[in-house]
């Protein structure tokens, strides 16, 4: 079964609705909101990425395997 295809205008709409609500609440701050739809909260997830390879030489073998079994 194919689902309908996203409107990403809809939940940009639905999200932007549900953001005004918690502000006229007072659930959030306008601070705290900018924040938390930031795509880079801080500084800090800029400095501390880890960056280095991660697994064994064996796992992105099998992992190799399998993309290319799909």
Not at 1 to 25: C, F, K, N, T, W
Not at 27 to 32: F, K
Not at 33 to 46: H, M, P, T
Request: no cysteine.
């Amino acid at each position: 079964m194919q689902e309908e295809p996203l409107d990403i205008r809809q939940v940009e709409g639905h999200a932007r609705a549900r953001d005004a609500r918690r502000l006229a609440a007072g659930e959030v701050t306008p601070q705290q909101l900018q924040r938390e739809n930031a795509l880079i909260q801080s500084a800090e997830d800029i400095l501390f990425v880890d960056l280095s390879p991660k697994g064994t030489p064996a796992s992105w073998a099998r992992l190799m395997k399998e993309i290319e079994r799909s």
